[in-house]
């Protein structure tokens, strides 16, 4: 072993692990050197779950970088000649309707993001593994990507650590824990170890988990929380003796018992000769904190390795014996079974990327194995390229607010997830049930008495629709459908499509305080926003103005999307709820990397928003402020912001609209908020509930959403979202952004799609809620990009003004025509789309209004 060194560019703390050595890996394929990798154990691990983990691959998630990041890593192990492609079976038992809809729903993300999954019959799926038995399932999904890092990722991770050490890029310390993080003017500098202090340019946290522990050194914490999984091994099973296998049919997952099941092939092989079956606790799930994990020396088998009482898993290992009696024939394995901590995260996601409280100290935490590889370069493409090819908002670790780090929120939101593992299924639109109430509006207890229908964003409480408005649904009733299809109405309130109705004839208010917003203040904050945004906010001009803007990164492509309010002495950034905490956490950031002074404070509990649109909303607005001359056209022209009087109450008014209906935003201070609401409802104006703005008329206007529509795998001319003229100032992406412009066009552009036909084949007309594939109809293929990028729809809603579901989708530029018919499919089904706008094509726009998110 090489000296300890006390200097280098890169501390990985947990290398010992699947991702710490993948980090590793792609550091030095990226071009870094001198990386020197600690691990509290041995290495690779002998105490973490890469050293027990089932090692099994399926590309079956809902969003694409997951799935990327899936796909990524099975190629990665089957490179090194390092996995089993032996194909993965999900069967769905008789009666079990919504996990057929799930499997259904699983072949559309596979079409939309690149899987091969598809449905097999019950008697498919018994040919493939012939141990099920055939009367218990109604049919099953099939993956002939899914397989097994043989022998281990364990060994894996070993293969990468000798490999780095070999080529000199990396030293190596096993059972060297971390002990404190060095510290300097806001920046991490070093490691501390018993063996000695480490200084470093970047400390990368791989300790899986013990994260948190590492993280509570920076003064933050992870929200992530190791929890039990039991594994269990009956045998001895030597069906595959003598074939040198390591698994020998293919995988099975019962989820419906939230169970799995898979041999462990050739007895002669390194856990051969046995049938694994794995379960997820529904109910009681045991999670531990990371302080609370046992030392190697006081634990029986090891830290992440407890014990497992039988009874806590009869009745799930009852049921998956009906399924499998092969697991009642071979005898128990007691000894060689126990409950492994994996881990589970408040939102699904893992906790990557750069500390909150730190800069150069990064975090890749709460990464299954089968996501290791694909993990472990999108960290280390962000470290040494600034970006990911893939966009990586859903696992940013800035993407949480402060509420969302405290050690109640934590356990409470991972509880609920650890439940979900695997069942039941978790609906799109599905609300959490724990952590509610977080953050409510003034108004709240007057949407309560309306009856709100609530969902939370950003830990607000937002009302998509009101019980007191379903009076309305006699009058719209020939409009708005009933939704006979129970997945297509779960979470959704039919009475939001008749305030929608309402609000177009006559006038409504919508409750918006879910809006993030920051105040940049100082001396230096037109130039941080000048050169953060692609629009121009500097100049005198544009002082009293609201500017709908966007954020690219380095290559050009849309990073965020927001307005700016330019005030006297400072900037305003609103924003949305689930964006706003990255885009602060960047232009902290980036004022630092700039040298810029300049104060940034989140101030999104101080003020509220409401917002007043319709035919009648001038009006009716009219009749509560001090001044209604105020609000004629001539006096308050569109992108205006100025300020009113209602019920005493000071008021910013900004005329804008995100639903296609003339009216204003009104921001106010928090505590003003209630005598605005009241002050116009005592007028009589529809409450309406946030539904019609964040999703209906939202689409009927053509209007893009970030995190959605919106993000760094296209650009501002794709989105049609680019100005006129390109600014002269320099700002973020601009000379990749005029590189762009000059292109004849591009290789994509946003459309917008509407459903031709919309029943299924049972005669029920769907109303689509999640992501639909988009193929070409001749060929039924997936369409695909000069860019490699796929076709797939960003958002998708009904508009009952139009009558029509519609989606938003990028689609190659040679299906960019207007009346193009293409497919989607829905749930597995086909159904026909047309293109009915390229780019910004708004179907319902009464008064011609700009975009704006």
Same mark, same amino acid.
């Given at each position: 072993?090489?000296?300890?060194?006390?200097?280098?560019?890169?501390?990985?703390?947990?290398?010992?692990?699947?991702?710490?050595?993948?980090?590793?890996?792609?550091?030095?394929?990226?071009?870094?050197?001198?990386?020197?990798?600690?691990?509290?154990?041995?290495?690779?691990?002998?105490?973490?779950?890469?050293?027990?983990?089932?090692?099994?691959?399926?590309?079956?998630?809902?969003?694409?970088?997951?799935?990327?990041?899936?796909?990524?890593?099975?190629?990665?192990?089957?490179?090194?000649?390092?996995?089993?492609?032996?194909?993965?079976?999900?069967?769905?038992?008789?009666?079990?309707?919504?996990?057929?809809?799930?499997?259904?729903?699983?072949?559309?993300?596979?079409?939309a993001?690149?899987s091969?999954?598809?449905?097999?019959?019950?008697?498919?799926?018994?040919?493939?593994?012939?141990l099920?038995?055939?009367?218990?399932?109604?049919?099953?999904m099939?993956?002939?990507?899914?397989?097994?890092?043989?022998?281990?990722?364990?060994?894996?991770?070993?293969?990468?650590?000798?490999?780095?050490?070999?080529?000199?890029?990396?030293?190596?310390?096993?059972?060297?824990?971390?002990?404190?993080?060095?510290?300097?003017?806001?920046?991490?500098?070093?490691?501390k170890?018993h063996?000695?202090?480490?200084?470093?340019?970047?400390?990368?946290?791989?300790?899986?988990?013990?994260g948190?522990?590492?993280?509570?050194?920076?003064?933050?914490?992870?929200?992530?929380?190791?929890?039990?999984?039991?594994?269990?091994?009956?045998?001895?099973?030597?069906e595959?003796?003598?074939?040198?296998?390591?698994?020998?049919?293919?995988?099975?997952r019962?989820?419906?018992?939230?169970?799995?099941?898979?041999?462990?092939?050739?007895?002669?092989?390194?856990?051969?000769?046995?049938?694994?079956? +794995?379960?997820?606790?529904?109910?009681?799930?045991?999670?531990?904190?990371?302080?609370?994990?046992?030392?190697?020396?006081?634990?029986?088998m090891?830290?992440?390795?407890?014990?497992?009482?039988?009874?806590?898993?009869?009745?799930?290992?009852?049921?998956?014996?009906?399924?499998?009696?092969?697991?009642?024939?071979?005898?128990?394995?007691?000894?060689?079974?126990?409950?492994?901590?994996?881990?589970?995260?408040?939102?699904?996601?893992?906790?990557?990327?750069?500390?909150?409280?730190?800069?150069?100290?990064?975090?890749?935490?709460?990464?299954?194995?089968?996501?290791?590889? +694909?993990?472990?370069?999108?960290?280390?493409?962000?470290?040494t390229?600034?970006?990911?090819?893939?966009?990586?908002?859903?696992?940013?670790?800035?993407?949480?607010?402060?509420?969302?780090?405290?050690?109640?929120?934590?356990?409470?939101?991972?509880?609920?997830?650890?439940a979900?593992?695997?069942?039941?299924?978790?609906?799109?639109?599905?609300?959490?049930?724990?952590?509610?109430?977080?953050?409510?509006?003034?108004?709240?207890?007057?949407?309560?008495?309306?009856? +709100?229908?609530?969902?939370?964003?950003?830990?607000?409480?937002?009302?998509h629709?009101?019980?007191?408005?379903?009076?309305?649904?006699?009058?719209?009733?020939?409009?708005?459908?009933v939704?006979e299809?129970?997945?297509?109405?779960?979470?959704?309130?039919?009475?939001?499509?008749?305030?929608?109705?309402e609000?177009?004839?006559?006038?409504?208010?919508?409750?918006l305080?879910h809006?993030?917003?920051?105040?940049?203040?100082?001396?230096?904050?037109?130039?941080?926003?000048?050169?953060?945004?692609?629009?121009?906010?500097?100049?005198?001009?544009?002082?009293?103005?609201?500017?709908?803007?966007?954020?690219?990164?380095?290559?050009?492509?849309?990073?965020?999307?927001?307005?700016?309010?330019?005030?006297?002495?400072?900037?305003?950034?609103?924003?949305?709820?689930?964006?706003?905490?990255r885009?602060?956490?960047?232009?902290?950031?980036?004022?630092?990397?700039?040298?810029?002074?300049?104060?940034?404070?989140?101030?999104?509990?101080?003020?509220?928003?409401?917002?007043i649109?319709?035919?009648?909303?001038?009006?009716?607005?009219?009749?509560?402020?001090?001044?209604?001359?105020?609000?004629?056209?001539?006096?308050?022209?569109?992108?205006?912001?100025?300020?009113?009087?209602?019920?005493?109450?000071?008021?910013?008014?900004?005329?804008?609209?995100?639903?296609?209906?003339?009216?204003?935003?009104?921001?106010?201070?928090?505590?003003?908020?209630?005598?605005v609401?009241?002050?116009?409802?005592?007028?009589?104006?529809?409450?309406?509930?946030?539904?019609?703005?964040?999703?209906?008329?939202?689409?009927?206007?053509?209007?893009?959403?970030?995190?959605?529509?919106?993000?760094?795998?296209?650009?501002?001319?794709?989105?049609?979202?680019?100005?006129?003229?390109?600014?002269?100032?320099?700002?973020?992406?601009?000379?990749?952004?005029?590189?762009?412009?000059?292109?004849?066009?591009?290789?994509?552009?946003?459309?917008?799609?509407?459903m031709?036909?919309?029943?299924?084949?049972?005669?029920?007309?769907?109303?689509?809620?999640?992501?639909?594939?988009?193929?070409?109809?001749?060929?039924?293929?997936?369409?695909?990009?000069?860019?490699?990028?796929?076709?797939?729809?960003?958002?998708?809603?009904?508009?009952?003004?139009?009558?029509?579901?519609?989606?938003?989708?990028?689609l190659?530029?040679?299906?960019?025509?207007?009346?193009?018919?293409?497919?989607?499919t829905?749930?597995?089904e086909?159904?026909?789309?047309?293109?009915? +706008?390229?780019g910004?094509?708004?179907?319902?726009?009464?008064?011609?209004?700009?975009?704006?998110?």
């Amino acid at each position: 072993m090489s000296s300890f060194p006390n200097r280098a560019k890169v501390v990985i703390v947990g290398l010992g692990g699947i991702v710490g050595a993948s980090v590793a890996h792609h550091l030095i394929e990226n071009g870094w050197d001198d990386i020197v990798g600690i691990d509290k154990s041995a290495v690779p691990t002998d105490i973490g779950s890469t050293g027990h983990a089932s090692d099994f691959c399926f590309a079956t998630s809902h969003d694409l970088l997951s799935t990327w990041s899936t796909m990524y890593s099975m190629d990665f192990y089957e490179k090194m000649g390092r996995y089993s492609r032996i194909g993965g079976i999900e069967v769905c038992r008789k009666g079990d309707d919504d996990r057929l809809t799930e499997l259904k729903r699983r072949c559309d993300s596979g079409r939309a993001f690149g899987s091969n999954v598809r449905m097999i019959t019950a008697a498919e799926a018994k040919e493939k593994f012939p141990l099920l038995e055939e009367d218990q399932i109604e049919c099953a999904m099939w993956d002939p990507d899914a397989g097994l890092v043989v022998p281990r990722s364990q060994a894996v991770a070993g293969e990468l650590i000798d490999a780095a050490e070999k080529s000199g890029k990396l030293k190596v310390f096993a059972n060297t824990p971390a002990l404190e993080l060095i510290t300097e003017n806001g920046r991490v500098t070093g490691v501390k170890t018993h063996r000695g202090t480490i200084m470093a340019d970047y400390v990368v946290v791989c300790a899986g988990l013990w994260g948190r522990l590492i993280a509570e050194m920076a003064g933050e914490d992870l929200p992530v929380m190791p929890v039990d999984h039991p594994l269990t091994f009956f045998g001895p099973y030597d069906e595959f003796a003598g074939t040198g296998l390591e698994i020998g049919r293919p995988l099975l997952r019962d989820q419906g018992n939230s169970a799995y099941m898979r041999d462990t092939g050739d007895p002669a092989t390194t856990e051969g000769g046995q049938m694994e079956w +794995g379960y997820y606790y529904e109910k009681d799930v045991r999670m531990v904190h990371p302080r609370d994990i046992l030392e190697k020396e006081e634990a029986r088998m090891g830290p992440s390795m407890r014990d497992l009482v039988l009874e806590d898993v009869i009745e799930p290992l009852e049921k998956a014996m009906e399924l499998t009696p092969i697991l009642a024939e071979l005898g128990f394995n007691e000894g060689h079974s126990f409950n492994g901590l994996l881990q589970t995260t408040t939102d699904g996601g893992p906790s990557m990327g750069e500390s909150r409280k730190l800069r150069g100290l990064w975090y890749a935490v709460a990464i299954w194995v089968k996501d290791g590889p +694909g993990m472990g370069k999108l960290i280390a493409d962000w470290m040494t390229k600034g970006r990911t090819d893939v966009d990586h908002n859903g696992i940013d670790y800035a993407r949480f607010n402060d509420y969302q780090l405290t050690e109640d929120y934590i356990w409470g939101r991972c509880e609920e997830t650890a439940a979900k593992i695997y069942n039941p299924p978790v609906h799109p639109r599905e609300p959490f049930a724990n952590a509610r109430g977080i953050r409510r509006s003034p108004f709240y207890e007057r949407e309560v008495e309306l009856g +709100g229908y609530f969902m939370e964003l950003g830990g607000w409480e937002r009302a998509h629709g009101y019980a007191a408005n379903e009076h309305l649904l006699e009058k719209y009733a020939d409009q708005v459908p009933v939704r006979e299809a129970e997945w297509d109405n779960r979470h959704f309130w039919r009475v939001s499509n008749a305030e929608q109705l309402e609000m177009s004839a006559d006038c409504g208010i919508i409750n918006l305080s879910h809006f993030h917003m920051t105040d940049i203040s100082g001396p230096d904050h037109v130039a941080l926003m000048e050169y953060l945004c692609a629009a121009k906010i500097g100049g005198d001009n544009m002082i009293g103005k609201g500017i709908y803007t966007h954020m690219l990164d380095d290559e050009g492509m849309v990073r965020a999307d927001f307005t700016v309010f330019r005030m006297e002495d400072r900037c305003r950034l609103v924003n949305g709820a689930d964006a706003g905490p990255r885009d602060l956490m960047c232009m902290k950031r980036m004022a630092q990397d700039r040298g810029l002074d300049v104060t940034i404070t989140d101030v999104t509990e101080d003020y509220t928003t409401v917002g007043i649109w319709g035919p009648n909303a001038r009006e009716n607005l009219k009749k509560v402020v001090a001044d209604p001359d105020m609000l004629d056209v001539e006096n308050f022209p569109f992108a205006a912001i100025k300020t009113i009087e209602i019920a005493g109450k000071k008021v910013s008014a900004f005329r804008i609209s995100y639903v296609g209906e003339q009216g204003w935003e009104l921001h106010m201070r928090y505590e003003d908020g209630l005598a605005v609401w009241d002050a116009l409802r005592a007028e009589g104006v529809l409450a309406v509930g946030v539904e019609t703005y964040a999703n209906s008329r939202r689409l009927e206007k053509s209007l893009r959403l970030q995190n959605a529509d919106l993000n760094t795998m296209y650009n501002l001319y794709e989105a049609d979202l680019s100005r006129p003229k390109v600014k002269e100032a320099e700002f973020r992406g601009k000379e990749k952004h005029l590189e762009y412009r000059a292109r004849d066009h591009q290789p994509a552009m946003l459309c917008t799609l509407v459903m031709k036909e919309h029943t299924d084949a049972n005669g029920v007309k769907r109303y689509p809620n999640t992501t639909l594939p988009v193929m070409d109809p001749e060929t039924g293929e997936v369409l695909i990009d000069e860019l490699g990028r796929r076709s797939f729809t960003s958002s998708v809603a009904f508009g009952p003004t139009v009558g029509k579901n519609i989606a938003l989708a990028y689609l190659p530029w040679d299906y960019c025509q207007v009346g193009r018919e293409l497919n989607v499919t829905y749930l597995d089904e086909t159904y026909p789309v047309e293109v009915a +706008g390229v780019g910004y094509a708004p179907l319902y726009d009464p008064e011609n209004t700009k975009p704006r998110s």
